[in-house]
C-alpha cells in the first residue's frame, strides 16, 4: 500500500496532541495501566510492534521496558466510539508496574478511602529502577530550582509572587515553612483535612517543598549544596504515619525556634526534604511526583516562557554531540494553585 492509498487516521487527538491509552493483556484480560501518546508515540509503537509512550512531564517519547526490560507486544489496537481514546491489547513481559506489581491496579479503594493490596509484588522496583530513578529526579530538581532562580535573578516582582519573596529584603519565605510542615502533620494525623488524605498531603508536601527550595536560593545555596534528589530518595517505608507526623513536628519547632544560615541552612533543609519525603511514602505517593508536576506548572507562567526560551536555547548550544536519554515512568497529576499563594 503506498502512502496515498493510505486511509486518514482514525483517531481524534486533544488540544495537546494527546489520546490516553488503556493497556490490557491479551491473555487475561486484566487492566494493566493507563498511559498517553501522541501521534509519533503511536507510530512507534505501530512500526516496532512495541508500546511506546509520550512523558508529559519530560516532554518526550518512552518505550515501555526500555530500561526494566518489561515490555509490552501489541497484540491488538481499538479505537474507541468517539475515536479519542485507544485500548492496545498486549502481551506483557514481565510485571507493568513501576511499583513492582503485575498491574498498576494493584489496590483496592475501600467505603472508608483506605487503599488495600490486592496482589503479590512480582519485583522490587529499588533494584530494577534505583540507578535510573536517581538521574530522573536529579535532573528534575535540577530544572525546578533553575527555574526558581530565573525568579530571583530576574526581577518579576509585578507579575510573580515568588519573584517578589526571593528579591526582598525582609525574609518571609523561611516562616512558612514550619506553618507548612504543621500542616502536613495535620493531614497524617487527620486533624487538618480538605479530602482524600493522598491528595492532602501530595498538597502539603508540595507546599513545603516549594518553601524549602526558596529558603535554599535566597540564602545564596544551590542545588549542589542541597542535593534535593538524595534527600528525596532516602525514605524508610517501614515507618508509620504517627511516627512521621512526630519527626515532621519537631522538624516544625525546629524551623521555629532556630535561626539557620549558609551551609547550615541547606543542611536542615536537606533533612526536611528527607521528612517530606517520607511523608509522601507513607501514602504510597513517590516524592518524584511532587517535583515533576511543581516543575510543570511553574514552567506554564507566562511570564517566564522568554526567559524559559533562552535557557532552552543556550542548553541546546552547549549539548554534545550524543545525549543520554533516562527513562522515566511517571503518573501526571495536575493541581490547582492560587498565584496569590504560589507563584
Not at 507510530?43 to 516532554?59: D, E, L, M, Q, Y
Request: net charge negative; with cysteine.
Amino acid at each position: 500500500m503506498t502512502q496515498s492509498d493510505r486511509m486518514p487516521l482514525p483517531l481524534r487527538f486533544d488540544a495537546d496532541g494527546l489520546v490516553p491509552v488503556v493497556i490490557q493483556d491479551a491473555g487475561r484480560g486484566d487492566v494493566l495501566m493507563v498511559g498517553f501518546m501522541n501521534d509519533e508515540a503511536l507510530a512507534a509503537t505501530r512500526a516496532t510492534g512495541r508500546v511506546h509512550f509520550w512523558s508529559r512531564s519530560r516532554n518526550r517519547l518512552w518505550r515501555k521496558g526500555e530500561t526494566s526490560g518489561h515490555e509490552q507486544a501489541v497484540d491488538q489496537i481499538s479505537v474507541n466510539c468517539e475515536q479519542n481514546s485507544l485500548l492496545i491489547k498486549v502481551h506483557q513481559t514481565g510485571a507493568v508496574c513501576h511499583d513492582g506489581y503485575s498491574t498498576c491496579y494493584y489496590r483496592r479503594l475501600e467505603s472508608d478511602n483506605r487503599l488495600t493490596i490486592t496482589h503479590e509484588r512480582a519485583f522490587d522496583p529499588v533494584v530494577v529502577y534505583q540507578g535510573e530513578a536517581q538521574a530522573d529526579l536529579a535532573q528534575l530538581t535540577r530544572d525546578l530550582m533553575a527555574t526558581y532562580a530565573l525568579l530571583r535573578d530576574h526581577d518579576l516582582s509585578a507579575a510573580s509572587a515568588t519573584s517578589r519573596s526571593l528579591r526582598a529584603a525582609e525574609d518571609t519565605v523561611t516562616p512558612r515553612i514550619a506553618d507548612e510542615l504543621s500542616e502536613l502533620v495535620g493531614v497524617l494525623n487527620g486533624t487538618h483535612c480538605h479530602g482524600d488524605i493522598v491528595e492532602d498531603v501530595r498538597l502539603e508536601a508540595t507546599q513545603v517543598l516549594y518553601w524549602v527550595l526558596l529558603a535554599t536560593l535566597r540564602t545564596g545555596n544551590d542545588w549542589t549544596t542541597l542535593r534535593p534528589d538524595r534527600a528525596l530518595t532516602t525514605p524508610d517505608s517501614a515507618l508509620q504515619r504517627g511516627t512521621v507526623a512526630e519527626l515532621l513536628q519537631a522538624d516544625a519547632e525546629s524551623w521555629r525556634t532556630a535561626t539557620f544560615t549558609g551551609a547550615e541552612l541547606a543542611a536542615r533543609c536537606h533533612a526536611t526534604l528527607a521528612l517530606v519525603a517520607q511523608a509522601c511514602v507513607a501514602v504510597a505517593i513517590e516524592p518524584r511526583e511532587i517535583v515533576a508536576a511543581d516543575l510543570r506548572d511553574l514552567s506554564s507562567r507566562p511570564y517566564l516562557a522568554t526567559l524559559l526560551d533562552r535557557r532552552s536555547a543556550a542548553a541546546v548550544e552547549a549539548l554534545p554531540n550524543k545525549a543520554e536519554d533516562a527513562h522515566q515512568h511517571t503518573t501526571d497529576l495536575g493541581r490547582d494553585r492560587g498565584e496569590a499563594i504560589w507563584r
